[in-house]
């Protein structure tokens, strides 16, 4: 085993079934054009969204406020508490009727 000469190299090159696929040359886009293109069309996408937004919230009417009975059910310490009273309540009617399991 000796170092190939510069012939050598070149016949094996050659002969190589890659040196088509390799060899030739393509011209492309390079991954910072790339996403160069993709930034801008997000930022156009955000624009657009943001204007139709604006005049999303201009065509809407206000939502109404929630009531009384709404805003405190949505404590789960005061759900708990009804569950726990609603239970009591039943199982005290259900024993005093003599209704058992």
Known sequence: MD???SSEINRLVEQSELVYKYN???NR????EILTCKIKIAHQ??????LNEG?????????RSKSVVESISE??????????VLRELTRGLLGALGIKK
């Open 55 to 63: 005049k999303k919230k201009s065509q809407n009417p206000p939502s």
């Open 3 to 5: 170092i190939l000469t």
């Open 45 to 50: 996408i955000e624009n657009q969204e943001k």
């Open 24 to 26: 030739s040359e393509i």
């Open 75 to 84: 404590n789960t310490m005061v759900r708990q508490l009804g569950r726990t």
């Open 29 to 32: 886009e390079s991954a910072y």
